[in-house]
């Protein structure tokens, strides 16, 4: 089992930053791709940015060019850093884990992101 806790969230104003952390504990030794969710109200999760062990990175179109994914692979942490935030960015955030050779997938618990106009 892996336990996800992300932390970061918080309220900004458009065009402020927030940097999300997310820390990875228990069975870690297969840790694959990191990535991260949002979903906001009344919307599907959706993907927005992931990043393999070895470090390439994926962006969904909405974020890319404004996010930046980050993993430290010897802490098993992976960040967000998230800027020029506007009130599309409104949304809780989860961070997500599979593991090599392996179905399993893990979630934390999520952490609300919120920016007001």
């Known amino acids: 089992q892996v336990q996800l806790v992300e932390s970061g969230g918080g309220s900004v104003q458009t065009g402020g930053s927030l940097r999300l952390s997310c820390a990875a504990s228990g069975n870690t030794e297969r840790l694959n791709i990191m990535a991260w969710y949002r979903q906001a109200p009344g919307k599907e999760r959706e993907l927005i940015a992931a990043i393999t062990a070895d470090k390439n990175t994926h962006y969904s179109k909405s974020v890319q060019g404004r996010f930046t994914i980050s993993r430290d692979n010897a802490k098993k942490t992976c960040d967000l850093q998230m800027n020029n935030l506007n009130p599309a960015d409104t949304a809780v955030y989860y961070c997500?884990?599979?593991?090599?050779?392996?179905?399993?997938?893990?979630w934390g618990q999520g952490t609300p992101v919120t920016v007001s106009s």
């Open positions: 997500n884990v599979n593991e090599h050779m392996s179905l399993n997938t893990y």
